[in-house]
C-alpha cells in the first residue's frame, strides 16, 4: 500500500526545537521529490519546503529559511523536517507529501507556546 | 511569487445541482515546457488534502468523472456536474510551474445548502 505517515509533532515552547519525521512506504522512494506542507489551525494550505529524490536540491519558504532544515534517508525511506528556533506562528499541521503532491500524509500537529 | 486567487470563498450548493469554483494567478501559468502546472485538491473535514486535478483537466486515478478542470493561462475552473454530499469540503488550487514557492489559493468552501 502505498504510504506517508508522519510523527514528531507536539508541543513546544517559543524558541525550541523538534524534528518531524515521514516515512514513506509502496512506492520508490529515493527518486520521489517530497514537500513539507502546513496548515495552521482553521487556515488554508501553504507550502514549506521542499528536497529532490537524492537530496541534492532543497528549497525553503521564506517564513522558514535559515530556521528549518529538510532531509531525507533513502535507505530508510524516510523523509525529516528539522525545525529550529521556533516561533508561535509555527504553530500548524505539518504535512509531508510526494511528488507532484499526488499522495498526502495524515498530518501530526506542532504547537509552539509558552 | 505567483499568488492564487479564487472565487467564490464560500459555495453553498444543492444536492444533485452543479458547482463551479474560479483560480487565477497572478502571472501565466504556462511552463517553458509547454504544460500547465495548475492542480485542484480536495480537503474533507478533518482529512489530509487529496489530489483531484493535475495540468490543469487530468483526473487522478480514482476521482469521481462529475470533477473536471479547464482553463488556460491565468483563469482555471474546477467544475463539479453534479454536486453529492461526498464533495463537501475545502478545494484548494495550486501552481507548480513558477517554483520556488508552490503557492495554493485561499480555499473554497463547499457546502450544502
Known amino acids: 500500500e502505498v504510504q506517508l505517515v508522519e510523527s514528531g509533532g507536539g508541543l513546544v515552547q517559543p524558541g525550541g526545537s523538534l524534528r518531524l519525521s515521514c516515512v514513506a512506504s509502496g512506492f520508490t522512494f529515493s527518486t520521489s521529490w517530497m514537500y513539507w506542507v502546513r496548515q495552521a489551525p482553521g487556515k488554508g494550505l501553504v507550502w514549506v519546503s521542499h528536497?529532490?529524490?537524492?537530496?541534492?536540491?532543497?528549497t525553503y519558504a521564506d517564513s522558514v529559511k535559515g530556521r528549518f532544515t529538510i532531509s531525507r534517508d533513502n535507505a530508510k525511506n524516510t523523509l525529516y523536517l528539522q525545525m529550529n528556533s521556533l516561533r508561535a506562528e509555527d504553530t500548524a499541521v505539518y504535512f509531508c507529501?510526494?511528488?507532484?503532491?499526488?499522495?498526502w500524509g495524515q498530518g501530526t500537529m506542532v504547537t509552539v507556546s509558552s | 511569487d505567483v499568488v492564487m486567487t479564487q472565487s467564490p470563498l464560500s459555495l453553498p450548493v444543492t444536492l444533485g445541482q452543479p458547482a463551479s469554483i474560479s483560480c487565477r494567478s497572478s502571472q501565466s501559468l504556462v511552463h517553458s515546457d509547454g504544460n500547465t502546472y495548475l492542480s485542484w485538491f480536495q480537503q474533507r473535514p478533518g482529512q489530509s488534502p487529496r489530489r483531484l486535478i493535475y495540468?490543469?483537466?487530468n483526473r487522478d486515478s480514482g476521482v469521481p468523472d462529475r470533477f473536471s478542470g479547464s482553463g488556460s493561462g491565468t483563469d482555471f475552473t474546477l467544475k463539479i456536474s453534479r454536486v453529492e454530499a461526498e464533495d463537501v469540503g475545502v478545494y484548494y488550487c495550486?501552481?507548480?510551474?513558477?517554483?520556488?514557492?508552490?503557492?495554493f489559493g485561499q480555499g473554497t468552501k463547499v457546502e450544502i445548502k
Open positions: 495550486m501552481q507548480g510551474t513558477h517554483w520556488p514557492p508552490w503557492t
Open positions: 495540468k490543469v483537466s
Open positions: 507529501a510526494r511528488g507532484g503532491f499526488e499522495m
Open positions: 528536497i529532490r529524490g537524492d537530496g541534492s536540491g532543497t
